[in-house]
């Protein structure tokens, strides 16, 4: 996994960086805490900027965010829970999880945007409330970007000063990411297999 990663960001850069971000945002294949610190790590071999490695996984992350922030915004809460009560199963996302996020946005408001890209169970969840308690579009891509920015330059960073150790990290990242991939594809698989629709 680590050579596939950094072997496919070198090949097609930033916007390769931008569009795995992207796609991590939209239905999470790779998590971002692969992502970008190999892509840090590619810009310390002197392949890419490192402040342009930030930009793009900022610019593909907020993208994603865009994406749910927009559905949500668009067909409300209980269009949302019916349509996830229903289709879920394939987002492994519940009717539950809506209400979840939204209780959790209502209770910490703007804050919750800005500061739940710094967790992995919400960075992905956190637009759908935004959008459906229509928070203004301007200061959701202000806080969803400063938020992004930081979390995108953390983990870039880390690969940026790990460079030095290459063969080392490569021996340890190959295996361990394997392994996690292996574990995503499995809890996704299971729940799939395990999905229940809930009351509408």
Do not use: K
Not at 43 to 53: D, K, P, Q, T
Not at 74 to 83: A, T
């Amino acid at each position: 996994m680590f050579d596939w990663i950094t072997g496919l960001v070198g090949q097609t850069g930033y916007l390769g960086i931008a569009l795995l971000m992207l796609a991590e945002n939209v239905f999470p294949p790779i998590p971002s805490e692969l992502i970008m610190p190999l892509a840090g790590f590619t810009a310390a071999r002197g392949e890419l900027n490192i402040f342009l490695v930030v930009l793009a996984g900022t610019v593909g992350t907020v993208l994603g965010a865009l994406f749910w922030y927009g559905i949500a915004r668009r067909v409300g809460r209980d269009r949302l829970r019916r349509w996830t009560g229903t289709h879920g199963r394939w987002l492994t996302i519940s009717p539950g999880e809506v209400d979840r996020a939204s209780e959790w946005f209502e209770r910490h408001g703007r804050a919750a945007v800005l500061l739940g890209h710094f967790v992995p169970a919400v960075r992905t969840l956190v637009s759908i409330p935004a959008g459906i308690a229509g928070m203004p579009l301007l200061p959701f891509v202000l806080f969803t970007s400063l938020g992004t920015a930081v979390w995108c330059g953390v983990l870039a960073g880390v690969g940026y000063l790990l460079e030095e150790q290459h063969g080392r990290v490569a021996a340890y990242v190959n295996p361990a990411s394997n392994v996690v991939m292996g574990g995503i594809v499995l809890l996704y698989l299971y729940r799939v297999v395990t999905f229940r629709p809930e009351a509408r």
